[in-house]
């Protein structure tokens, strides 16, 4: 297993933060020093230039692709911004998951769009057909789900989505690829040849850089042509692309970051697939191809009371759902440790 540095927010270092999907590694020293050195040249008066060019080439080496596919934008909240506002206005509709990332719910909202939900059932099952049955009787506009899906996990192949991309050839498919380290699977290949499709993607995951809020939109060249005029300059702070100046230039570290957390994941699963066996109260944990792992109870409030006392922060859904981020491998055991604990006979 490669050395990291675990990230402890220092306002509370008491505190396993479970609830974020973010990574539980810094960045190397080297790396971090490289940009310290940089930081003394940036002038803090100025404006931010707003050419991207470096991170562009440096990116789309990273995701194989071409600079001039790509736009970046302040985290891929304002690429997916740029997109949901071309399309969706009046009463556009937009097909998503059930459950799905939030943001989508919030810009639909804002752009007075209805958003159409398939739902992936209590089992978490996408069945493809189903979808595109209920994508063309709602008569959908735009197409947008998240690959890995948050906060699933459950991740749709590229079989699929290439089915998917064919039956709605005149409607844009957004594919949110933001925990694609995770799963290893992309759909970034196909821009050219499904001129529908458009791939967002971020830093903020298995690159570890939540802090710079650094995203990518990835289309043909036509599409970006177009939406390039809907992007405000000057979104990108000079700090923040600075620093991805440095830190795109090690394409390495995510690849190395995404497999000890795929580690993680696989022994946490099993972990918790053994607490979900032996519990006095009910409690259901799904597999994941994310970094993060779903869950379901019915005794919500004794969970998040129990880890509460144990300092242990998750992400808690409406209904019985809550998630787990993967953590560290002391992180782990301590929420494994927590968890019997709450769940055993003597706790209740």
Known sequence: MSVYNEYINSSAKNIIKLNSNEVFMEIDEKIKMKIKTALN????NRYPYNDMSEIKKLYAKYAKTKPENIIVGNGSDEVLEIIIGEIVTGDKKVLTLGPDF??????TNRFKGNLIKYD???????NVDEFIELGKKEEVDLILFSNPNNPTGIAVSKKEIIKILKEFSDRTVIIDEAYYEFNGESVVSCINEYKNLIVTRTLSKAWGLAALRMGFLIANEDRIK????????????SFSKLAAEIVLKYPDKPVENAKIIREQR???YEELKNIQKEAALHIEFFESKSNYIYGRTKHK?????????????????EGNAFRITV????QNKKLIESLKKIFSVSYL
């Open 266 to 268: 696989d022994y946490l």
């Open 102 to 107: 939030i943001m989508y719910d919030f810009f």
């Open 120 to 126: 992936i059932g209590r089992d978490l099952k996408f």
């Open 301 to 317: 409030e004794i969970l998040l009371k129990g880890l509460e006392h144990s300092n242990i922060c998750i992400r808690n859904f």
């Open 226 to 237: 177009l939406l390039r005029d809907h992007k405000v300059p000057y979104t990108i702070s």
């Open 327 to 330: 953590g560290s491998p002391r």
């Open 41 to 44: 040249t940036m002038e803090f």
